[in-house]
């Protein structure tokens, strides 16, 4: 590890103070003073429309952009001061579009890019490189072409490729875009168990099941502020927030919202917690309880 | 029974340079006016199928066709793809992609003008059908500052200018936002209602799809799987789980309480309204 | 932040009396301008070219971006000149008139280098007044008219739409690979920021000429045309006038030999010393800003 115990400038994952971002040309504020801080191991989500400053935001957590006012700490870092290769080992940002990066011989280079860049041993890079394949399930596809795998497949490549540099941060940029359902489902997983091994994930997406299914801390952005930041549960169920930033709850929590809720039960998130409350209501306990569907 | 609009008869297709056909041996007809979700995994032959429609396959991009094509009565293996255009248009998932001129207004004369369309009739057809897509006053705007949701629309009102009976989007709102989504889904439930038009989508958003399309066409390994109303394909839950298809979680959450609690008896709600009424009328029963 | 502003050249929009002449008016002068610059070597009729040029920025509104734009000029100009005082393009013997470090510089070169450089300038500015003051699609418009290839016409619009829309691309690519710790310099960095550009533009070029297809491209038919462009009898004076005029003095200068004065005008030896140490600095100056950019990012 080139950086590996940084002068710790703050022991948060993610420490950001009154940030704000205004591209040089033109005065067009893009971020208006956000204040953010996130734990190591946390997996959080941001939402909102585009134009909100999501992108913005992410851009300056791995110093793509430096913010023209206050401070952007991430894994102890302060990103002012680093250019975005040398963030690379601190975090990892997995841009929505995976053909706008794999560009090698085989998926196995592909891997080895990051790692080679921020300057490990060979040896270290093989052993990287073979975990985040293991991790992937890219067993079948480490000779193949990046660009003759399916686009499933593509995606893996891509997020696996940044998981290879190991960063304690990882940020996701719509992670579910032109994927289906099987995919996406792939993907939750793997952003859960790279949550379990203590990782920090942040993920942008206007996915809200996905959202609902994943992360434990919701971000709002509206008009290049953060307008709130709460549980998924507490953001899904407040009315007025959701309409005015013209988001919608995944539909069981519509459901609930509109069923159980009044009469105490939980913001579900999926339809096995809504099924179970409504059941433990309707005096049905799950006596047969199988886990044929879910 | 009318004339349908689309027939698909045993067609399979191979693409130019692979050996595993893309679409094996499917069947099935669309009916003038109706608004069709096209269900299934990356891969499943979504997008090939789209392109059969409008003659892109075979006649742009070659390939073995077996069986036949027939879009308004017309077998599309006989007709250039401009000609088909006329009854078909066709979008993409990438909006940009799509764009190729300096302004709104021109994007969508550009279909007009190849055509020899005169001049006045352009004055007239361009506000009416930026008008119909919501960008009326967005002539004179360059379309690559325009939001996603503005460019899909952009791309379909380049396409609604030939007034072509039959729209296919292609997975349209993938690089949308919410609000983008919800312009272009909008738009398409009022092409197929007020102007009677046949709309195909190619989508994973099964709630949305759940909510405005009269049928819905599951492919899986280049095969039609599954043809039906979307009450009786979503009710089907199982079945498209060991797909790994999703289905609305209305459909999910009736299923389990009717599997793993024996609590439902009705049939499975597919949208929101439905699921609402249904689950309060079984808490307000056992309430009593 | 339009996409349009990544553009170095692009339209301004306006409706001063220069925006509305007609582009063939336009581009009549453009090219007059052009055939005038490189068949005189009378740097009195160039420099007053160039100067009427400028002239026209103020009435346009677009004197800021024209001489944004006109910034190109300096290290091609800076260059030119520089090696015309030490590399003469002109027969030996050359006179030598003084000596910097290892470097002797001649005065022979001096009245050439202006020539090369008021070609240069005299043509740039009027082509970026033109292209500043015009909707390329009113240029296009203007141009089938003239029975300019459809397809060709196309391609050269398309172009133009598409720099922006790359260079926007290469920034998302540039980023994505940095953002893996890639250098962003060097042969290491091409093969990464190549290979998905490329992919991306096969993907873009697929879906656009299907899209294309399917509104009619290919068609034979009679086209018509959406822009109306309308050549106003102003226009015909304004374009008559210049292919007349510019005509004129290219015929002019060709029967003269070129219309050389260089004999009337004698430069002494310090003003080519002082041109030389003016254009070297400002070259170098160039070249090490931006090498200091580049080391910056």
């Known amino acids: 590890m080139t950086d590996a115990t940084p002068s710790a400038l703050s022991p948060l994952a993610i420490d950001v103070r009154g940030a704000r971002y205004v591209y040089p040309t033109g005065n067009v504020t893009a971020l208006g003073g956000v204040d953010l801080q996130v734990k190591p191991g946390e997996i959080i989500g941001i939402i909102g429309q585009n134009g909100s400053g999501k992108t913005t935001l992410t851009k300056l957590l791995n110093g793509l952009l430096k913010p023209t006012a206050g401070t952007v700490i991430v894994d102890g870092v302060d990103t002012a001061k680093k250019s975005v290769q040398e963030m690379a080992p601190h975090v990892g940002y997995v841009f929505q579009n995976p053909n706008h990066q794999l560009f090698a011989r085989t998926v196995q280079m592909e891997l080895e890019f990051g790692p080679r860049n921020i300057g490990l041993s060979e040896e270290e890079i093989a052993v990287r490189v073979a975990e985040a394949v293991e991790f992937f399930g890219l067993q079948d596809y480490i000779e193949e072409h990046p660009y003759r795998v399916s686009f499933p497949i593509r995606k893996l490549v891509g997020i696996a490729s940044i998981v290879a540099m190991r960063p304690p941060i990882l940020i996701l940029d719509e992670p579910s875009t032109g994927q289906d359902h099987n995919t996406t489902h792939v993907i939750n997983g793997l952003m859960r168990r790279l949550r379990d091994q203590g990782t920090t994930v942040v993920c942008v997406s206007h996915d809200m099941p996905l959202l609902a299914d994943v992360v434990e801390r919701v971000i709002v952005m509206k008009s290049t502020e953060i307008i709130a930041d709460a549980s998924p549960r507490e953001v899904f169920a407040d009315k007025t927030l959701m309409a005015r930033t013209n988001l919608q709850a995944p539909q069981v929590t519509e459901i609930a919202l509109q069923t159980v809720v009044p009469l105490g039960g939980p913001v579900a998130l999926t339809p096995a917690e809504l099924a179970a409350d409504i059941a433990m209501r309707t005096g049905r306990p799950a006596a047969a309880r199988t886990d044929a569907v879910g | 029974m009318p004339e349908p609009i689309i027939a698909f008869d045993a067609v399979t297709y191979t693409y130019a340079g692979t050996d595993e056909p893309a679409l094996h041996e499917i069947s099935f007809e669309i009916q003038p006016g109706e608004y069709v979700a096209i269900l299934g995994l990356n891969g499943a032959g979504k997008t090939t199928l789209g392109l059969c429609v409008n003659g892109v396959i075979p006649t742009m991009l070659g390939g073995e066709l077996e069986g036949t094509v027939t879009v308004g009565g017309l077998d599309v293996s006989e007709y250039p793809v401009r000609e088909m255009s006329k009854l078909v248009g066709v979008v993409f998932d990438n909006p940009e992609f799509q764009m190729s001129q300096m302004s709104v207004a021109e994007e969508v004369a550009l279909g007009l003008e190849n055509a020899g369309v005169p001049y006045e009739e352009m004055k007239r057809i361009i506000p009416d059908t930026l008008e119909l897509v919501g960008l009326a006053g967005f002539e004179e705007r360059s379309p690559l500052g325009l939001s996603g949701g503005q460019q899909q629309r952009l791309a379909i009102a380049a396409v609604l200018a030939m007034k072509p009976q039959i729209l296919i989007m292609d997975e349209p709102t993938s690089n949308l936002d919410p609000i983008g989504k919800q312009e272009v889904f909008d738009m398409a439930a009022r092409l197929n209602s007020e102007r009677g038009m046949t709309v195909i989508v190619i989508e994973h958003e099964v709630e949305v799809m759940a909510r405005y399309a009269d049928r819905v066409i599951v492919l899986d390994g280049g095969r039609v799987i599954m043809n039906g109303t979307p009450q009786e394909i979503f009710s089907r839950v199982e079945e498209l789980a060991a797909l790994k298809l999703r289905v609305p979680e209305a459909a999910e959450l009736a299923t389990i309480l009717r599997t793993e609690y024996g609590d439902w008896d009705g049939p499975v709600p597919i949208t929101t309204e439905p699921a609402v009424a249904a689950v309060n009328d079984l808490l307000g029963a056992t309430r009593d | ?297």
């Open chain 3, 1 to 297: 932040m339009s996409m349009q502003a990544a553009l170095p050249v692009a339209m301004i929009p306006g409706n001063s009396i220069i925006h509305r002449i007609n582009p063939i008016a336009k581009l009549v002068w453009v090219v007059g301008y052009v055939v005038l610059a490189f068949s005189t070597q009378n740097i009195v009729v160039l420099y007053s070219m160039a100067l009427f040029a400028l002239l026209l920025a103020p009435i346009a509104g677009i004197t800021k971006p024209l001489l944004k734009g006109a910034l190109i000029l300096v290290p091609v100009g800076s260059s030119l000149l520089a090696l015309q005082i030490i590399a003469p393009a002109v027969e030996r013997p050359w006179t030598p008139v003084g000596e910097i470090g290892p470097l002797t510089l001649y005065g022979d070169g001096i009245y050439y280098g202006f020539v090369l450089l008021g070609r240069i300038v005299a043509s740039l500015l009027l082509a970026l007044v033109m292209v500043m003051t015009t909707h390329p699609s009113d240029l296009f418009t203007s141009l089938s008219k003239l029975k300019v290839p459809y397809t060709l016409n196309f391609m050269l619009a398309m172009t133009l739409q598409l720099i922006p829309v790359f260079q926007r691309e290469v920034g998302i690519i540039m980023s994505a690979q940095k953002s893996r710790g890639m250098k962003g310099k060097g042969f290491s960095a091409v093969l990464p920021s190549f290979v998905p550009v490329f992919v991306g533009a096969i993907e873009r070029v697929q879906q656009l000429s299907i899209s294309l297809e399917s509104r009619g491209f290919g068609s034979n038919g009679i086209k018509t045309s959406y822009r109306q462009v309308r050549g106003r009898p102003s226009d015909w004076v304004i374009g008559i006038v210049g292919a007349l005029a510019l005509g004129g003095l290219s015929a002019y200068s060709i029967w003269r030999g070129t219309w050389n004065i260089s004999s009337d005008i004698v430069f002494s030896p310090l003003f080519v010393v002082v041109t030389f140490v003016i254009s070297a600095t400002l070259f170098f100056g160039v070249v090490l800003f931006a090498v200091f950019l580049s080391l910056k990012k």
